[in-house]
C-alpha cells in the first residue's frame, strides 16, 4: 500500500515538472518571438525610412535613421511631438508656458525635463541627443545649447519650428511643420490624421462666428511699461483675422513690434486679448492697462473687454483650434 502511495507520489512531482518545464519552454518561445517580432519590426521601419531630406529654414537636414534620442526645447513643439505619439523617442524636454495639455500630461511625466528654460550646453549634451527641436530661435543661439551649426559639429540634427520664425506665417506652415516631424519620424499618416482633426475643429468653431459684422478692433498687449510690445504680423494676427477681428497694428511688418501708447488710443481698440505667460500674470497686465491715464478714453477699457490668451494658444503648435475658439467666445460674448 506504501509503495503504491510513494509511486503515484513520484508520478505527480513527474506531472508538476513536465508542466512547469512545458510553460518555461513556452514562455521563453513568446519571449523570442516578441524579441523577433520587434526586430522585424525595426527593419521593415528602417526598410521604409530610406533617406529623408528636410529643408528647415536655410538648412537641409539629411536623415537615414529615425531619431532615437530626441530633445524638445519649447512648448508648443513638446506638445507636437506629444500628439504624434513619439514619446518614446524623447530623452529630454524644456521651457513650458503653462500646464501641459491633460491628455498629454501621462506621457509628458515620464520624460525628464532638462531645465524649467532654456537648457546649457552642458546639461542638453549630457543626454546624447540625436536630435534637437526648437519652437523658437533663441534655443538655438550660442548661450543656450549651441547654433544650429556647432549641434551638426555633434552629429545632432537641429530643427526650428519654422512656422514660429517666418514673418505672416499661416495655418499652412504649422500645417507643414508637422508634416515635416511626421516625415522625420516615419509617421506621416498619423501626422494627416492630427492635421484632419485640427481643420475639423477650426470648421466647427468658424460656423459659430456671427456673419455680416464689421470686424471688431483687436490690441494684443503682451508687455511694456513705457511702450507696449504687441502683435504685427505673427500667428496671432492671422488667428484674430479668423476670428473675425481685425489686428490694429497689422500693419507692422514684422512679428511683434513696439508702438507707442499714443497709437493704441489713435486706434481705439474694442477688445484688449492679453497674452499669458511668465512671472506678470494677466491680471497684473489688465490692472495696468486699466490705470494707465492715457487709455482712459479707449472702447476696450471703458467696457473693460479683455480676452486672456495663453501664450501656449498663441504659439504655432496643435493649439489652434483653442485659441481660435477662446477669440470666438471673447469677441462675441
Known amino acids: 500500500m506504501i509503495k503504491k502511495f510513494q509511486l503515484g507520489l513520484i508520478f505527480c512531482l513527474i506531472l508538476v515538472l513536465l508542466s512547469a518545464c512545458g510553460s518555461t519552454k513556452e514562455t521563453n ?19 521604409a525610412y530610406g533617406l529623408v531630406e528636410i529643408e528647415n529654414n536655410d538648412n537641409v537636414l539629411v536623415f537615414t535613421d529615425i531619431p532615437q534620442r530626441a530633445v524638445t526645447l519649447n512648448q ?6 506629444l500628439a504624434l505619439g513619439l514619446e518614446e523617442y524623447m530623452v529630454g524636454t524644456a521651457y513650458l508656458d503653462d500646464e501641459i495639455l491633460p491628455e498629454f500630461k501621462e506621457a509628458y511625466e515620464q ?3 532638462l531645465s524649467d528654460q532654456s537648457p546649457s550646453q552642458e546639461v542638453f549634451l549630457e543626454e546624447e541627443p540625436d536630435f534637437a527641436y526648437a519652437g523658437w530661435s533663441s534655443a538655438f543661439r550660442e548661450d543656450n545649447i549651441g547654433t544650429v551649426e556647432q549641434l551638426q559639429q555633434f552629429g545632432i540634427n537641429a530643427y526650428l519650428h519654422e512656422s514660429s520664425t517666418v514673418i505672416g506665417p499661416t495655418i499652412n506652415h504649422i500645417y507643414q511643420d508637422i508634416r515635416n516631424i511626421a516625415k522625420i519620424f516615419n509617421v506621416v499618416e498619423r501626422g494627416e490624421k492630427l492635421i484632419n482633426k485640427m481643420e475639423t475643429e477650426i470648421e466647427n468653431i468658424q460656423t459659430t462666428i456671427p456673419e455680416g459684422i464689421e470686424p471688431v478692433r483687436v490690441f494684443v498687449f503682451d508687455s511694456g ?7 504685427g504680423q505673427n500667428f496671432l494676427n492671422t488667428i484674430i483675422t479668423m476670428a473675425g477681428g481685425n489686428n490694429i497694428f497689422n500693419d507692422i511688418d514684422s512679428n511683434w513690434g513696439e508702438v507707442s501708447w499714443e497709437e493704441v488710443v489713435d486706434r481705439d481698440p474694442e477688445v484688449i486679448v492679453i497674452v499669458n505667460y511668465g512671472e506678470t500674470t494677466a ?36 493649439r489652434v483650434p483653442s485659441a481660435l475658439d477662446i477669440l470666438v467666445s471673447g469677441l462675441y460674448k
Not at 518561445?29 to 522585424?40: F, R
Not at 508648443?76 to 511631438?81: G, I, S
Open 29 to 47: 518561445l513568446n519571449n523570442q518571438q516578441e524579441e523577433k517580432n520587434t526586430v522585424e519590426k525595426g527593419e521593415k521601419e528602417q526598410e
Open 283 to 318: 491680471e497684473d497686465k489688465k490692472e495696468q492697462l486699466l490705470n494707465h491715464p492715457g487709455l482712459s478714453d479707449v472702447t476696450a477699457i471703458k467696457e473693460e473687454h479683455f480676452i486672456i490668451m495663453p501664450l501656449s494658444a498663441a504659439a504655432e503648435g496643435i
Open 225 to 231: 511699461d513705457t511702450a507696449p510690445f504687441t502683435v
Open 76 to 81: 508648443h513643439v513638446t506638445e507636437v511631438m
Open 111 to 113: 520624460i525628464l525635463v
